[in-house]
């Protein structure tokens, strides 16, 4: 079946210690994002990327990079976590970046910093 | 700014009863979309229903209807004959209909339990 796919689903990782979360697509589609979601709080959209083009949102800290390399994957770096980076973070993808394009989700990783 | 608000963390419903999840959001456009989005435990968040602002007509997908009151912005979900499965997180979301925007603002969410 197609679908978006997260890696790891659990990671822990040391405060500033760099970490890099995993997401990859079989549906071929153009868009991918990436959301934070904190305990008890809504997903907020991070970044997201419209095929090579890299779109940051305006609040969306300097700590926080992406990179996709090819149309199926896609990745977020964090370059020192602090506690406050705590969270689960959801891959989703679009087919285009209009607003009538429906978001697939993949199952989220939820990020520990110890 | 466009916000979404969910005023019921936790909801129950006993197993083949009704229950009405609320949602109200605050926008000055007049052309967006609104969806519901349930999230089952550690897994992914899928489409439950959507809504497009300029419809007058509500949303229907099986057991799952919507009120949509444009003028009060409220977009309530209702989930009839409830089913086990039906337990989860959901989310209200909006989204702006113009532009080439596709982000969607989610509200905190609403915790259903279904009680056998």
């Known amino acids: 079946d197609a679908m978006v796919i997260q890696n790891p689903r659990y990671q822990v990782t040391q405060f500033g210690k760099p970490v890099t979360l995993s997401c990859s697509q079989t549906?071929?589609?153009?868009?991918m994002y990436w959301y934070q979601q904190k305990s008890s709080q809504a997903p907020k959209l991070l970044f997201h990327y419209y095929d090579k083009d890299f779109n940051n949102e305006a609040d969306t800290p300097d700590n926080f990079q992406s990179r996709r390399p090819n149309t199926s994957f896609c990745f977020l770096d964090i370059r020192s976590p602090g506690l406050g980076d705590a969270a689960m973070y959801l891959c989703?993808?679009?087919?285009?970046?209009?607003?009538?394009?429906?978001?697939?989700f993949g199952p989220g990783t939820r990020l520990t910093v110890t | 700014a466009q916000t979404v608000t969910q005023s019921q963390p936790e909801m129950s419903v006993q197993e083949a009863e009704t229950v009405t999840l609320s949602c109200t959001y605050d926008t000055s456009e007049s052309d967006y979309y609104l969806f519901w989005y349930k999230q089952p435990p550690s897994r992914q968040m899928i489409l439950v229903i959507r809504?497009?602002?300029?419809?007058?007509q509500n949303a229907t997908e099986n057991r799952f209807s919507v009120n949509f009151q444009k003028a009060a912005k409220s977009f309530s979900l209702k989930i009839s004959d409830s089913q086990l499965g039906d337990a989860a997180m959901y989310f209200c979301?909006?989204?702006f209909g113009g532009g080439a925007t596709n982000k969607l603002i989610f509200g905190t969410g609403t915790l259903l339990a279904v009680q056998p």
């Open positions: 549906l071929n589609h153009n868009v």
């Open positions: 989703a993808t679009s087919r285009a970046p209009g607003p009538s394009y429906e978001q697939y």
């Open positions: 809504q497009e602002a300029y419809k007058q």
């Open positions: 979301a909006y989204k």
